[in-house]
């Protein structure tokens, strides 16, 4: 059974930064692609950022790029984001994606709010 937990939320000042992690099991990590999303208070879940299943390439949101990181420990079946200088359009929960081809998996979530 797939599960992602999502972990590393917070509340930050704007220009802050965190860093969410992914913990995953029931699948082979090492073998998927993996993604962030997010979805603001009353807005549709958004695509974040995406890593290859080695890690070589990443691809990001334009409004996150050179803030967001992705990254992904294959020996630990974990996924992560670090996220610099945080603005309060970023406040949002944050999920990790699996594709399964046509089956998508979410974790529950985690909640970061950015404000002074």
């Known amino acids: 059974q797939v599960q992602l937990v999502e972990s590393g939320g917070g509340l930050v000042q704007p220009g802050e930064s965190l860093k969410l992690s992914c913990l995953t099991s029931?699948?082979?990590?090492?073998?998927?692609?993996m993604r962030w999303y997010r979805q603001a208070s009353g807005q549709e879940r958004e695509f974040v950022a995406q890593i290859t299943r080695t890690g070589d390439d990443t691809i990001y949101e334009d409004s996150v790029l050179g803030r967001f990181t992705i990254s992904r420990d294959n020996t630990k079946s974990t996924l992560y984001v670090q996220m610099r200088n945080l603005h309060p359009e970023d406040k949002a929960t944050y999920y990790c994606?699996?594709?399964?081809?046509?089956?998508?998996?979410w974790g529950q979530g985690t909640q970061v709010t950015v404000s002074s």
């Open positions: 029931g699948f082979t990590f090492s073998s998927y692609p």
């Open positions: 994606e699996l594709s399964q081809g046509a089956q998508g998996h």
